[in-house]
């Protein structure tokens, strides 16, 4: 592959570009800059080895150094897969181009989704700030084969600015479901992120409470020993923190205190069980319950404790 040095017209480039090529162009000058400029930009294309040129190659931006010839290239050679190229190089200025002057579309799918999804789980704000600037972008959409959204996504990666930046959006819905069945606020119980749930739970929308096959936000913390999630969903007016958990046949199940006891007495688990046993709400009949069970199983003498402690 040759090296290209930075520097010089375009159009000595070009001229330099078909002496390369064994072309005779003497009418090259007459033609407009932006064909001319896509003209060098295949050439470089066709010439290498790579077949993908990137937006961050240097020997293409010392022959392109405007967005709207860029974003025109790109159109031109990648069609539908262009902003997501320039999704992936953090280059807000040539999506622009691409969105506002191609009229690419902005929720268009490529491998099962869009922009957003991809821009949200990879946290790149400003991408997904100017992505929901866009009138009439399908915050919601869900990607084809799991039905997660980029509020999945970015809960899920624990891209908190971003959590916040589609909460802002009037259109978003903070309580839909994935295929499987579960929630953003879900997700960020499960994954460990409590900043991320502080940042859901401040939303309107949101439902603490809400099922998730048989289990709440509440019951899936508990369950993984994640004690600064649980602190964070037992500050919400709203919190039913003696909800059962639903099983296949309908009937209730266990509460959140007796899945704290499903993990022994690593630190963890304990830690979380000490922040469930904080609230004042607890059912005086399950935590007797759970002390029983405790006190007649070796390996949870610590969490006996810390209920012992509470009652």
Request: glycine content about 6%; overall charge neutral; hydrophobic content about 40%.
């Amino acid at each position: 592959m040759t090296t290209r040095r930075c520097g010089g017209s375009s159009e000595a480039a070009a001229a330099a570009a078909g002496r390369e090529a064994g072309d005779v162009a003497p009418s090259l000058e007459k033609l407009p800059r932006e064909l001319l400029v896509l003209m060098i930009a295949d050439h470089m294309h066709e010439a290498s080895d790579v077949r993908q040129l990137s937006l961050t190659s240097r020997s293409f931006f010392c022959l392109i150094r405007s967005p709207d010839l860029v974003a025109a290239w790109l159109w031109k050679r990648w069609g539908k897969k262009a902003p997501f190229m320039a999704m992936e190089n953090d280059d807000v200025a040539v999506l622009r181009q691409l969105i506002e002057i191609q009229h690419a579309d902005v929720d268009a799918f490529v491998d099962g989704c869009g922009l957003l999804h991809h821009a949200s789980c990879e946290g790149k704000l400003e991408i997904v700030t100017f992505l929901l600037s866009v009138p009439g972008i399908q915050v919601n959409r869900q990607k084809s084969y799991d039905g997660w959204t980029a509020l999945h996504l970015s809960s899920r990666n624990g891209h908190v600015a971003i959590v916040h930046e589609l909460l802002q959006h009037p259109a978003v819905v903070v309580t839909i479901k994935s295929k499987s069945g579960i929630t953003a606020l879900y997700v960020a119980c499960r994954e460990d992120k409590p900043q991320v749930v502080a940042e859901l739970l401040r939303h309107p929308g949101i439902d603490v409470n809400q099922t998730c096959g048989p289990w709440t936000p509440l019951h899936v913390a508990c369950l993984h020993s994640h004690a600064r999630v649980v602190r964070e969903l037992l500050k919400h007016p709203d919190i039913r923190v003696n909800q059962k958990e639903v099983e296949s046949n309908g009937k209730k199940g266990r509460s959140a205190l007796q899945l704290c006891l499903l993990d022994r007495d690593n630190n963890a688990s304990v830690a979380t069980l000490k922040e469930l046993l904080k609230h004042p709400g607890l059912d005086l009949g399950d935590m007797e319950a759970a002390l029983r069970h405790a006190q007649a199983d070796i390996t949870l003498s610590r969490s006996a404790q810390a209920i012992a402690d509470a009652l």
